[in-house]
């Protein structure tokens, strides 16, 4: 039987927001890996010029990404242990957030058709 998608009820603005935290994470310029094994602490959020802000080689619309500043988001996926928050501002995915498939990196991470 496949796996439940969405196995932790995530509503729609904490997927958006897991979905661009797993993104920030690969980033090297915005990211470093955490103290604990397997983990990946994210250093800075970008900041949105106009209506949309770049992540490496996507656009990301700024409707997508309120949830990066909202302070109700990230304590929700630190409840459900996605991330850790030690500090207001500061995020460290942990390995099941790294992991978890949230399923809208091709809808709101737009990329260039090489």
């Known amino acids: 039987m496949p796996s439940k998608r969405n ?16 993104a920030i994470a690969r980033l090297p ?7 604990e094994p397997g983990t990946v602490a994210i250093t800075g959020l970008p900041y949105p010029h ?5 992540l490496g080689d996507a656009v990301v619309a700024a409707r997508d ?3 990066l500043r909202n302070p109700g988001v990230w ?11 030690p500090k ?5 995915l942990t390995r099941l957030g790294l992991a978890y498939e949230t399923g809208l990196a091709d809808a709101i991470l737009h990329k260039s058709p090489d």
């Open 7 to 22: 196995p932790l009820s995530l509503n729609a603005l904490q997927l958006k927001t897991l979905t661009l935290l797993q």
């Open 65 to 67: 990404a309120t949830g």
């Open 75 to 85: 304590a929700a996926l630190e409840r459900k242990g996605l991330i850790a928050s």
């Open 88 to 92: 207001p501002g500061e995020a460290v």
């Open 29 to 35: 310029d915005h990211s470093r890996a955490g103290e």
């Open 50 to 54: 106009g209506d949309h802000f770049h």
